[in-house]
């Protein structure tokens, strides 16, 4: 995937986030967020102990003092708080987070997400990611449609360690935004040129279609 499919994603992830929410971002395409709000105000939260993530720093201003749970440079913003990690946790499993955005290594046909371990690879640990799917209200998955090894990310049962039953509200890809029912998938709008005879071929699972093209 290119640079501007990842961007698309996460331009199409902010139209979600509601003013003045606080959001935690997941690893991969959720860290872009930042540099894409265009003025809208939502309190972004770091699981590593911060409130109020500013946008990605140039070169010049890195501080890797300063990262994110992702460990990658980030700035605060105006009135930004620093705290504890373990003060940090209180606040995702004490339901304090309005919305997660996280990547995922598979989303099975009910929103149930895979996103901290492969089978048969070495794991470093889980962790946030079984936190964040049981304590914030909303999860958006903001993924590439498919991995790189070109197998569906969007499936119909997970073949992957499970991240907690809890679901997904909405997964966004290069592709297309998908809501989660308890019928499955809803394709509720398609973001490229692909046909709808291709969007199917490259999902894992039938998904119903009320569309916005």
Do not use: C
Request: negative net charge.
């Amino acid at each position: 995937m290119n640079q501007s499919d990842r961007v698309k994603i996460a331009k199409r992830v902010v139209e979600e986030l509601p003013e003045g929410a606080v959001v935690n971002l997941g690893v991969g395409i959720p860290t872009l967020i930042p540099d894409y709000l265009d003025g809208k105000k939502v309190y972004l939260q770091s699981e590593n102990g911060l409130l109020g993530i500013g946008p990605t720093p140039d070169e010049e201003h890195v501080n890797m003092d300063l990262i994110s749970a992702s460990k990658k440079p980030i700035t605060m913003d105006t009135g930004a708080s620093l705290f504890d990690s373990a003060d940090s946790f209180v606040v995702i499993r004490g339901g304090h987070v309005d919305a997660a955005v996280l990547g995922a290594l598979q989303v099975d046909r009910y929103g149930e997400i895979a996103n901290w371990a492969v089978p048969g690879k070495k794991i470093l640990g889980v962790g946030g990611a079984m936190d964040l799917v049981a304590g914030a209200k909303k999860i958006i998955i903001a993924s590439t449609h498919q991995a790189k090894n070109n197998q569906p990310k969007l499936v119909e049962k997970l073949t992957f360690p499970s991240s907690g039953v809890r679901k997904a509200e909405m997964l966004v890809t290069e592709h297309a935004v998908f809501k989660f029912t308890e019928d499955g998938p809803v394709l509720i709008e398609k973001l490229s040129d692909i046909s709808m005879a291709e969007l199917r071929e490259i999902t894992g699972t039938e998904f119903k279609e009320k569309i916005k093209i």
